[in-house]
């Protein structure tokens, strides 16, 4: 659970999403806006504003929404490994 309030921000309209302050619940919300919009993932991401979150929470965030919708894999590699964003993180 992330330990602050967070809020989905449409930048565009200055309307706002609400959810539960969880990852999981963050990514679904934004899968949902994306379902009810007929523009591509990225123009729903260049679009939303997550306050609230961390720069760590929000690339988690977006390894799993892009996980989830084009099967796409965000990885971290270090110097003996490779971290999946998306399901390492869990």
């Known amino acids: 659970m992330l330990t602050n309030k967070v809020f989905?921000?449409?930048?565009?309209e200055g309307s706002?999403?609400?959810?539960?302050?969880e990852i999981d619940d963050i990514v679904d919300a934004i899968i949902?806006?994306?379902h009810a919009?007929?523009?591509?993932?990225?123009?729903v991401i260049g679009s939303l504003?997550?306050?609230?979150a961390?720069?760590?929470?929000?690339?988690?965030i977006y390894?799993?929404?892009?996980?989830?919708?084009?099967?796409?894999?965000?990885?971290r590699i270090t110097d003996s490994d490779e971290v999946n964003?998306?399901?390492?993180?869990?």
């Open 8 to 12: 989905i921000e449409r930048l565009y």
């Open 49 to 52: 504003c997550i306050h609230g």
């Open 16 to 21: 706002t999403i609400d959810c539960k302050s």
């Open 54 to 60: 961390s720069i760590e929470d929000v690339a988690i």
């Open 85 to 90: 964003l998306a399901e390492d993180y869990d």
């Open 63 to 75: 390894a799993k929404v892009y996980s989830k919708i084009e099967e796409d894999k965000v990885i």
């Open 37 to 43: 919009n007929e523009i591509c993932i990225g123009e």
């Open 32 to 34: 949902e806006e994306y």
